[in-house]
């Protein structure tokens, strides 16, 4: 079998508040397959937003081992870490999180800008990036001027700036409509069918449900279940 791509192996985080311990996530085990569609599903308080800094190498564990294609991330100081993640993984978050004052167009090329990619480079990438999320005709328009939507839609761009293996939704439909949400989530899918590995962080069952091939349930800091797509129905693995 191929080594996972991410692998978190018996990792809690725990947080210190006074004298008491809040073990937000506790001894949970996630493989992520190259190429996989992964969820990581839970409600409010279930661990799942330590669990994708976790995953993503935002953070790291108290205890236990994350392992980036078979490397502990423990290993690497911040420098180095920010620079694997830059590399490695492109994140999208709920709050879009674009800069203000750039365009959607500069919004693409920053991520570019801190792996010394050259300014002819960046203007190519990010125009071939703004084609292939349909946003070509609103490059020079600021986040202000764009809808939820389409706002969404450059994070997805911007996420892919530097070309990564794996792609981090953090709720990405959470601030959409529902047929907006759809649209996004049609775009995830089919980035996944061009090879990027996806992994969705949601509470929503329905949105990893129509999606994903593989769910890791989430319950007060533990894997409550895992399921898998075995043609159009779901089966629990553990």
């Known amino acids: 079998m191929a080594q996972p791509i991410i692998s978190l192996q018996e990792v809690t985080k725990y947080y210190h508040m006074g004298d008491a311990v809040v073990k937000a996530v506790d001894g949970i085990n996630v493989d992520i397959e190259n190429g996989d569609f992964v969820a990581i599903m839970g409600p409010s308080g ?3 937003s330590t669990a994708m800094n976790l995953v993503g190498s935002l953070d790291l ?3 236990g081992k994350i392992l980036l294609n078979g490397i502990n991330i423990e290993k690497f100081g911040e420098s180095e870490l920010a620079q694997l993640r830059g590399r490695k993984i492109g994140f999208i978050f709920q709050s879009f ?11 693409i090329m920053l991520p570019m800008l801190f792996q010394d990619i050259s300014l002819e480079e960046r203007k190519t990438r990010s125009l071939e990036l703004l084609k292939l999320v349909e946003l070509q005709d609103r490059m020079d328009h600021y986040p202000n001027q764009l809808s939820g939507g389409q706002q969404q839609r450059v994070a997805i761009a911007r996420a892919l700036a530097n070309d990564p293996e794996i792609i981090l939704a953090d709720e990405p439909t959470g601030n959409l409509d529902t047929k907006t949400g759809e649209n996004v989530m049609n775009l995830l899918t089919n980035l996944n069918k061009r090879g990027k590995t996806i992994i969705l962080i949601t509470h929503a069952p329905d949105v990893a449900m129509n999606h994903a091939r593989k769910i890791y349930w989430l319950k007060d800091g533990k894997v409550e279940k895992v399921t898998v797509k075995k043609g159009n129905s779901w089966a629990t693995i553990k």
Do not use: C
């Open 46 to 48: 279930s661990g799942k």
């Open 61 to 63: 564990a108290t205890h």
């Open 97 to 107: 999180n674009l800069i203000p004052n750039l365009t959607a167009r500069e919004n």
